[in-house]
């Protein structure tokens, strides 16, 4: 079934590319870049995203077979907007408090290594607001099938998303301390977003 584009977002779009010509990208990197510009207003993200085409690929294979779907905060789940998805969140939960004390860790990169054992490895994390959690994930047997990086603030962000495009995951993410849930959110979005091939 077909997403129903309300006129409001088909105009952004409209602005968007009347402003800014990406069609030169592979399809799933520009979608992942519209739509991020789209969600943030920011142009800015068209130099400073870092997409891979097969990373992006791999991603939406996993999303389409089942793939469940972790994100770092509760605000980056509510903004993914397709049912039926499998989201695990663990980090308001007691045990990532109890974990991150005992184990002298943030309870988001608790909640990393709680998700990890509920999902095992294979699934699409989605970070856009701890830096931790993205270090924290860099540092377990995750075996992501996609990791959308992009954790926004002063300390630690830019180094978290350096961290993944050296670490060899498939990832998006950005150059800098910006990003954030809408972003991380968005970039998910995208791939959700691609019309299933007949």
């Known amino acids: ?14 602005i968007l590319r009347e402003r800014v010509d990406l069609s030169h990208l592979p399809p799933l990197c520009r979608a992942v870049t519209e739509r991020v510009v789209h969600a943030s207003a920011d142009l ?3 130099d400073d995203l870092v997409c891979d085409e097969a990373a992006l690929e791999a991603g939406l294979a996993a999303l389409r ?26 980090v308001a939960e007691p045990a ?10 943030t309870r988001s990169a608790a909640a990393v290594r709680i998700a990890l054992e509920r999902v095992g490895t294979g699934a699409v994390w989605v970070v856009g607001c701890a830096p931790t959690a993205l270090v924290e994930l860099l540092t377990v047997d995750a075996a992501p099938a996609l990791v959308v990086g992009l954790p926004v603030g002063f300390v630690g962000a830019a180094e978290s998303k350096a961290a993944l495009r ?4 498939p990832g998006v993410s950005n150059v800098g301390e910006k990003g954030g849930s809408a972003v991380a959110a968005a970039a998910l ?4 977003y691609v019309e299933e091939k007949s």
């Open 96 to 105: 990532a408090a109890e974990l991150g004390r005992s184990a002298g860790i």
């Open 44 to 46: 800015a993200y068209v």
């Open 189 to 192: 979005n995208a791939l959700l």
């Open 65 to 90: 077979a089942g793939a469940p779907v972790v994100t770092d905060v509760a605000m980056v789940a509510a903004g993914i907007t397709r049912a039926g998805l499998e989201l695990v969140c663990p």
């Open 166 to 169: 050296a670490s060899g995951l």
């Open 1 to 14: 079934m077909s997403r129903v584009v309300h006129p409001i977002e088909a105009e952004s779009y409209r």
